[in-house]
């Protein structure tokens, strides 16, 4: 048996090609410094594809949603006086918001405008308002409490003292002195229902006013230059809407008021033709006869002084047989 020791007794660096024994082991060149991409292209990250940009709608589809919101409002009758909006935001939206009085009204809004592409429903109730605004204002806690500012109280039990029109009406209902209270009663009974019907009558025709002037405004004509054709439809249907219940809405105070009217002032004026030619003219001066009809009723109604009350009656009278003929001329185009 033979026994060896091996020890390093110098050493020296050679060249991997200088070892012959290991030669088929080298690893070549072209694997270990030629680069596997040009030298002067971008780095590998650099080279990917950007994400695509996402094309925003064009005024063409934003006119479309925008109709499509008016329209579902229309249906849901929130273009009557309610505070609902309709705009575009900057991010090429359609933004329905405004306040409405309950969970139940926004719940129903929103699920109306919900499947409607490029529209964004945000709508409060008022109380989600008010706490919005008292959590950004962080006023101090305290036990006050508010009370609602459109309400009024009957102070001892006292009632207003019947006005003109008022007795002109319990007359006109068959009041005399000799009425027992069950007949009193029903005379009261009737000339609320007299005023209440002619409120509603006048606010609900200048609601309706309102939204067709808004709608004329807003697209400047009723076929809105540039809607495709279910827009165009959409559009000419709202538009009929408002003029047939406006229509309707004057009906009912001429068949009420008139008869009235024309015993408290004594005569009938005749009334020209509108002259207006344009559908815009014609709207506003529908518009026009519904605001004066609307003040004029109001007028009425609160209790004018003897001397001034056949006056407004024939004013009332005037500008109802106005509504009347503008109505007419509208209907016709």
Aim: proline fraction near 5%.
């Amino acid at each position: 048996i033979h026994f060896y020791e091996l020890s390093e007794a110098a050493y020296d660096v050679l060249p991997l090609q200088a070892l012959m024994v290991f030669a088929d082991l080298a690893p070549t060149p072209s694997l270990t410094i030629a680069p596997t991409v040009a030298p002067n292209a971008a780095p590998a990250i650099a080279a990917a594809s950007p994400a695509p940009t996402v094309a925003l709608p064009g005024n063409a589809a934003l006119q479309a949603a925008e109709v499509a919101a008016l329209y579902a409002l229309h249906q849901a009758k929130a273009d009557l006086g309610e505070q609902i909006e309709v705009m575009r935001d900057a991010d090429k939206q359609i933004v329905v918001r405004g306040l409405v009085q309950t969970a139940a009204r926004k719940e129903e809004l929103a699920q109306s405008l919900k499947n409607i592409a490029l529209v964004s429903a945000q709508i409060q109730t008022i109380e989600e308002a008010v706490q919005q605004a008292q959590r950004a204002a962080n006023p101090p806690v305290n036990n006050e409490t508010v009370t609602a500012s459109g309400e009024s109280a009957v102070v001892g039990g006292q009632t207003a003292a019947v006005n003109p029109i008022q007795q002109k009406l319990i007359e006109q209902f068959g009041g005399r002195k000799s009425l027992n209270d069950a007949e009193r009663e029903e005379v009261n009974r009737q000339v609320t229902q007299f005023y209440n019907a002619v409120e509603a009558d006048a606010s609900a025709a200048m609601a309706e006013a309102w939204a067709l002037r808004r709608l004329q405004e807003r697209f400047n004509a009723p076929a809105g230059g540039g809607l495709d054709a279910t827009s165009q439809q959409r559009l000419e249907e709202m538009f009929g809407n408002h003029v047939a219940r406006l229509r309707q809405h004057s009906r009912s105070l001429q068949t009420r008021l008139r008869p009235l009217l024309i015993a408290l002032s004594g005569e009938v004026s005749a009334m020209p033709q509108p002259a207006e030619v344009t559908r815009q003219a014609q709207i506003q001066a529908v518009f026009r006869a519904a605001e004066q009809t609307n003040r004029l009723t109001d007028q009425l109604i609160a209790g004018n002084t003897a001397a001034s009350l056949p006056q407004t009656a024939r004013a009332l009278l005037t500008e109802l047989a106005r509504l009347d003929a503008a109505l007419t001329v509208l209907e016709k185009n």
